[in-house]
């Protein structure tokens, strides 16, 4: 039971071992052991799979796996959301990384068969 005490018009704290000092919130150690830890977002390139920190810095490179040839065009910021697994919109091969992915040769590209690479699916 706590007890509270007025004297000479203060207000005094509980005399007990889980009481709180003025003016300190109280926390929840659940509420931070599941609050999410601030990760940096990564920003990745559709054609190669190549990772920035930011979209100015990915889209001011050339990219080495660009479709007008290697270092002839820009990286491109791939839209999609970041996954465990990616899949090629043209014939449906997985892959666990980006740049995995678009490294091979796609037997489906609308080029023709092997005269493109993998492309990522949104």
Same mark, same amino acid.
């Given at each position: 039971? @706590?007890?509270?005490? @007025?004297?000479?018009?203060? @207000?005094?704290?509980?005399?007990?071992? $889980?009481?709180? #000092?003025? $003016?300190?919130?109280?926390? $929840?150690? +659940?509420?931070?052991?599941?609050?999410?830890?601030?990760?940096?977002?990564? &920003?990745?390139?559709?054609?190669?799979?190549? +990772? *920035? *920190? !930011?979209?100015?810095?990915?889209?001011?490179?050339?990219?080495?796996?660009? #479709? $007008?040839? #290697?270092? =002839?065009? +820009?990286?491109?910021? &791939?839209?999609?959301?970041?996954?465990?697994?990616?899949?090629?919109? &043209?014939?449906?091969? !997985?892959?666990?990384?980006?740049?995995?992915?678009?490294?091979?040769?796609?037997?489906?590209?609308? !080029?023709? #068969?092997? +005269?493109? =690479?993998?492309?990522?699916?949104?």
């Amino acid at each position: 039971m @706590f007890r509270h005490l @007025f004297l000479l018009g203060i @207000f005094l704290l509980p005399l007990h071992s $889980n009481a709180n #000092p003025i $003016n300190q919130p109280v926390t $929840n150690q +659940k509420q931070q052991l599941n609050q999410p830890k601030n990760t940096m977002t990564q &920003y990745s390139c559709e054609y190669c799979g190549t +990772k *920035s *920190s !930011s979209i100015s810095s990915l889209t001011a490179a050339a990219c080495p796996r660009h #479709p $007008n040839g #290697p270092l =002839k065009g +820009k990286h491109k910021l &791939y839209e999609g959301s970041q996954k465990a697994s990616y899949s090629c919109k &043209y014939c449906g091969t !997985s892959s666990s990384s980006l740049s995995s992915l678009t490294a091979a040769a796609c037997p489906r590209h609308p !080029s023709g #068969p092997l +005269k493109g =690479k993998h492309a990522p699916a949104l």
